[in-house]
């Protein structure tokens, strides 16, 4: 990501999150799944493949898609409007999500050897742990932004009341 997210002004920062982060995961996931999917049929058999690689993808791309649903629909409106008594519940949920990301994250992490391209590998296969790279990125960041600079406000404030 090369934009820089508004830190300082939550409103700006949950529709920094959406435009930024959501709409890229949303093209990112399918086409890696695609991507894995090709790799482990036109593979099978080679012991570097990433066996299960596609099937966790998209499992992913539910998980996320409904995770970043209860966002934009539920946790980013009461955000913006300005908070108040409840927002902890939606919060913890959110930080609870971003826990079996990081899990999801670990595994594609073992199914890779680390996003490490074997030699010989064809371009769709390197295409692919690029494109997993870039990905993994971008869920760290936009996981940081929310649990990190996001959420804590508002959970100070949920704890005052």
């Known amino acids: ?55 966790l993808l998209r499992r992913m791309i539910g998980a996320l898609e409904v995770h970043m649903k209860k966002e934009e629909l539920i946790l980013f409106p009461a955000i913006r409007r300005g908070g108040g008594p409840g927002i902890d519940g939606p919060i913890a949920v959110m930080r609870a999500d971003h826990d079996d990301h990081d899990r999801e994250v670990a595994e594609i992490r073992r199914l890779t050897g680390g996003l490490a391209v074997p030699e010989g590998a064809c371009r769709t296969w390197t295409a692919l742990y690029a494109g997993l790279g870039a990905f993994l990125d971008d869920l760290a960041e936009h996981i940081r932004l929310e649990n990190e600079v996001l959420f804590p406000p508002f959970e100070t404030e949920a704890a005052r009341a």
């Open 1 to 55: 990501m090369t934009d820089t997210a508004p830190i300082d002004d939550p409103v700006a920062l949950t529709r920094h999150i959406e435009a930024s982060f959501h709409a890229r995961h949303r093209a990112q996931l399918p086409e890696l799944a695609a991507m894995a999917e090709r790799v482990e049929h036109v593979h099978f058999g080679d012991e570097n493949v990433p066996e299960g690689l596609s099937a």
